[in-house]
């Protein structure tokens, strides 16, 4: 069992630049979560999937940010354009779907937008 | 509405050691389960423990203790016999109906030698 895998671990960009952050949840997992973690906001629910449906993206902060997940095995977070408040690290986390199911997540990207 | 409370922003504890971190929560679900999870200065985020809303017993593994408390909402971790490398951020969170996670906002935990 590989884990959870998010990829790019580090991500350093420009004001206005696009990002993609990758996430490829445990297989046989059914539930996909994003969470974003600063110091002064802690850990922030974006975004989650059930069966690659999103059931509730009421934590996406703005339009600026998007999440798609194409199929069991991938999911995407893009923001467009980034802004220096978006630096923060970016969980990934996938579960099996039922209450007494752990989130196992990744080891998670650390964005820098300058 | 669906609250995990953690009080202790910090906390102490001398090596070898137990020390209880404490947690509340708040649902009107009949059936949740809660975790906790460790974050190492490293980042990563560690599935430590698991309790379930029907579990009679408090859940153990190894030098860690769920102390549930339905009736008070308190789902508490005690580590035991404390290491050096159990100094981290540590996190209580609860899932209910839905599928939905909710996490405190943690506690760190130095341990002194």
């Known amino acids: 069992d590989a884990g959870v895998i998010q990829s790019p671990r580090h991500e350093v960009t420009e004001m206005g630049q696009e990002v993609t952050l990758r996430c490829k949840p445990i297989s046989g997992h059914n539930s996909l979560f994003w969470y974003r973690q600063t110091m002064m906001r802690g850990l922030e629910l974006l975004i989650y999937f059930n069966n690659n449906v999103p059931i509730d993206d009421s934590g996406m902060p703005e339009d600026r940010f998007s999440a798609k997940m194409p199929n069991a095995s991938f999911s995407t977070l893009k923001i467009q354009p980034s802004e220096p408040r978006d630096s923060a690290v970016y969980f990934c986390a996938s579960s099996l779907g039922i209450i007494n199911s752990p989130l196992h997540f990744g080891n998670g990207t650390r964005l820098t937008v300058t | 509405a669906q609250k995990i409370t953690q009080t202790q922003p910090g906390m102490f504890v001398q090596e070898k050691e137990a020390v209880t971190l404490d947690c509340t929560y708040d649902t009107s679900d009949p059936s949740y389960g809660l975790f906790w999870y460790k974050q190492p200065s490293s980042g990563e985020m560690i599935f430590l423990i698991y309790q379930g809303s029907y579990d009679q017993q408090n859940a153990t593994e190894g030098r860690y203790s769920l102390n549930f408390q339905k009736a008070r909402k308190s789902a508490n971790l005690v580590i035991s016999a404390s290491q050096l490398g159990d100094s981290a951020m540590y996190f209580c969170?609860?899932?209910?109906?839905?599928?939905?996670?909710?996490f405190g906002t943690g506690t760190s935990l130095t341990v002194i030698p």
């Open positions: 969170a609860m899932s209910s109906t839905g599928n939905q996670f909710y």
